[in-house]
């Protein structure tokens, strides 16, 4: 899946299954919100934290599916075409970067 298609599939899910896009606010809250549990599923899996007993661990990828789904959604209803703007990230990143890190001793 491209991701052109699939701003096009979460538009379509929303129209069909949906009644309309949660307003662009409420969507960064949501946004900030799957962030902070993708944040907390990390801190337990990859940091110093555990799981409380209590809590039912989650997987990655459906956290990072979660953060993704919002993103596509801002996009879709700010009218920006994120293939575009990852290709121009890129563009914009290489030619900053492209000799930066590797003369950058700390990640030798």
């Known amino acids: 899946m491209t991701i052109q298609q699939a701003q096009q599939q979460v538009d379509?899910?929303?129209k069909t299954h949906g009644v309309r896009y949660f307003s662009e606010l409420t969507n960064m809250a949501v946004l900030t919100e799957e962030v902070g549990e993708l944040a907390r599923l990390m801190a337990r899996q990859y940091g110093d934290q555990s799981f409380k007993p209590t809590e039912t661990k989650k997987e990655m990828a459906e956290e990072l599916a979660d953060v993704l789904w919002v993103l596509l959604c801002i996009a879709?209803?700010?009218g920006v075409d994120l293939t575009q703007a990852l290709q121009g990230s890129f563009e914009k990143k290489t030619s900053r970067?492209?000799?930066r890190h590797h003369r950058n001793e700390k990640l030798h």
């Open 12 to 14: 379509q899910y929303i």
């Open 76 to 78: 879709n209803q700010t």
């Open 97 to 99: 970067d492209k000799d």
